[in-house]
């Protein structure tokens, strides 16, 4: 039986000392830079981190734009998450585990290679990209979002040339805010957020 994985969590209490909340924050630089202090986070195995309100998983949440539409995505059976199956999707992500570090802790080089891993074992992107923070993510309302805490990143790409590289990622397509309206009750709750918050996302 293989190894269970460890993921990269932050303590609850840290979350609401700097101020929690619902929905997307646009300021996620004071966050961040708690977060990844090696001193406010660590790795707990998965079965547990999962089941436990008092620690935050942090979760890259990748939104990935080429000018005015963004990348839209149904999930496969094959994705990790048996609760977001066959849901539609705007964000690529998944946890970070600490395969990511050779430390106990984690820092911000560690977490953006972390980020730049995952986007390419889920995506083939063809041409250049730049990428940033644009937000944080949080929806305490569901047993998902209440151990998870998203970090949403804004990748501008230079070709909508983008293939997935796993069978979790299905029916790729550009779309505009006003083409993803219609389908917004089809999208998981994460992508509803962001794209209630589209245009700030896009432009912050």
């Not at 998965?46 to 998983?57: F, G, M």
């Not at 990748?155 to 069978?167: A, H, K, L, N, Q």
Request: proline fraction near 5%; include cysteine.
């Amino acid at each position: 039986m293989p190894a269970e994985e460890n993921i990269l969590v932050v303590p609850r209490p840290v979350f609401d000392r700097l101020g929690a909340f619902e929905g997307l924050r646009l300021e996620p630089e004071r966050y961040m830079a708690a977060f990844l202090d090696p001193a406010n986070n660590l790795f707990l195995p998965r079965s547990a981190a999962e089941q436990d309100p008092t620690h935050k998983q942090l979760i890259p949440y990748s939104v990935i734009r080429h000018g005015d539409r963004v990348l839209c995505y149904t999930r496969g059976k094959s994705g990790g998450e048996a609760r977001l199956h066959a849901k539609m999707s705007i964000g690529i992500g998944g946890h970070i585990n600490d395969g990511d570090t050779h430390a106990a802790h984690f820092d911000e080089a560690a977490y953006f290679r972390a980020v730049e891993r995952e986007l390419h074992e889920e995506l083939e992107i063809t041409g250049g990209y730049r990428q940033r923070i644009a937000a944080l993510l949080n929806d305490d309302s569901n047993e998902v979002g209440r151990v998870h805490l998203g970090v949403v990143h804004l990748i501008e790409v230079d070709s909508p040339e983008i293939r997935p590289r796993e069978d979790a990622i299905r029916d790729i397509e550009f779309l505009t805010a006003s083409e993803l309206a219609p389908r917004r009750e089809r999208l998981e709750s994460w992508s509803q957020i962001c794209l209630g918050g589209l245009e700030q996302l896009l432009g912050s």
